[in-house]
């Protein structure tokens, strides 16, 4: 068993720490994890595979996966843009990358509504299609691998890469073998935020979606229809289901980026 180095004060700062999230995140969690099997499994599994749950689930995940895979190539390549260029106005797209972030969720779902909805200026409306459940999480997820990238780029140093390409490795190798292993565990952590944020997203969607059974319905919106109709039972475990997929992911990315890591070494 290896001795403790924890000092008094710092067994006091832990114990707190591990009091205050237990209060916070653990017990809480526990809860809705009793709940979901209040009525029995056969309630909990006869949830998940109702039709109209079930394609919500389906549709959730399937929007989060999309979502976070466009964000995983376009949020580094904008944070390679901000990081290694330099043009007019880069300090205002750096504000504007953090709106998602500023919007309460409400507000989100009321923009992309002005701009995709019936009045839309573009002549697009998603309004009512599986395409606004896409939308909708796009939009709020857009910042996580963009800032979770940044600060990576920022300290890579650039003579490694140079000393490559002096060395006759082309772009697109040193690129693989110098500049992805570095990123990826950044990458890794900022698809990982991405895809449990999207999982989660309920404001903007009860706004842009219009909630349509089997069409357009999120998971976090039959949820709230489960709450509404008092089955607590079922919306906890529709609530456990997403718990686990986005812990599952979170392990996935986890492995993915070490693994990634350790090729490059």
């Given at each position: 068993?290896?001795?403790?180095?924890?000092?008094?004060?710092?067994?006091?700062?832990?114990?707190?720490?591990?009091?205050?999230?237990?209060?916070?995140?653990?017990?809480?969690?526990?809860?809705?994890?009793?709940?979901?099997?209040?009525?029995?499994?056969?309630?909990?599994?006869?949830?998940?595979?109702?039709?109209?749950?079930?394609?919500?689930?389906?549709?959730?995940?399937?929007?989060?996966?999309?979502a976070t895979a466009v964000n995983i190539v376009v949020g580094t390549l904008i944070a390679w843009v901000l990081v290694r260029d330099r043009f007019p106005g880069k300090r205002i797209i750096e504000l504007l990358i953090d709106i998602p972030f500023?919007?309460?969720?409400?507000?989100?779902?009321?923009?992309?509504?002005?701009?995709?909805?019936?009045?839309?200026?573009?002549?697009?409306?998603?309004?009512?299609?599986?395409?606004?459940?896409?939308?909708?999480?796009?939009?709020?997820?857009?910042?996580?691998?963009?800032?979770?990238?940044?600060?990576?780029?920022?300290?890579?140093?650039?003579?490694?890469?140079?000393?490559?390409?002096?060395?006759?490795?082309?772009?697109?190798?040193?690129?693989?073998?110098?500049?992805?292993?570095?990123?990826?565990?950044?990458?890794?952590?900022?698809?990982?935020?991405?895809?449990?944020?999207?999982?989660?997203?309920?404001?903007?969607?009860?706004?842009?979606?219009?909630?349509?059974?089997?069409?357009?319905?999120?998971?976090?919106?039959?949820?709230?229809?489960?709450?509404?109709?008092?089955?607590?039972?079922?919306?906890?475990?529709?609530?456990?289901?997403?718990?686990?997929?986005?812990?599952?992911?979170?392990?996935?990315?986890?492995?993915?980026?070490?693994?990634?890591?350790?090729?490059?070494?």
């Amino acid at each position: 068993m290896r001795a403790t180095t924890l000092t008094r004060p710092a067994s006091l700062a832990l114990g707190i720490s591990v009091l205050w999230f237990s209060l916070l995140v653990l017990l809480p969690l526990a809860l809705v994890i009793v709940a979901s099997f209040d009525d029995g499994w056969e309630v909990f599994w006869g949830t998940l595979t109702n039709v109209q749950t079930a394609n919500a689930i389906q549709l959730t995940l399937t929007s989060a996966l999309a979502a976070t895979a466009v964000n995983i190539v376009v949020g580094t390549l904008i944070a390679w843009v901000l990081v290694r260029d330099r043009f007019p106005g880069k300090r205002i797209i750096e504000l504007l990358i953090d709106i998602p972030f500023a919007l309460p969720s409400l507000v989100a779902g009321l923009v992309l509504l002005s701009l995709y909805g019936p009045t839309s200026p573009l002549g697009i409306n998603v309004l009512g299609t599986p395409y606004s459940v896409f939308l909708a999480v796009l939009f709020v997820t857009l910042p996580f691998v963009v800032r979770t990238v940044e600060p990576v780029l920022i300290e890579l140093d650039t003579e490694v890469e140079q000393a490559a390409e002096s060395l006759g490795a082309s772009k697109v190798t040193t690129f693989r073998r110098v500049i992805l292993p570095a990123l990826t565990p950044a990458i890794a952590a900022g698809a990982t935020l991405s895809f449990a944020r999207g999982v989660g997203e309920f404001g903007a969607l009860v706004l842009l979606t219009g909630n349509r059974p089997n069409v357009s319905e999120g998971a976090p919106i039959r949820i709230q229809s489960y709450i509404e109709t008092d089955n607590t039972a079922a919306a906890a475990s529709v609530a456990v289901f997403l718990l686990l997929v986005a812990l599952a992911a979170i392990g996935i990315l986890d492995v993915i980026s070490r693994r990634v890591a350790r090729h490059g070494e």
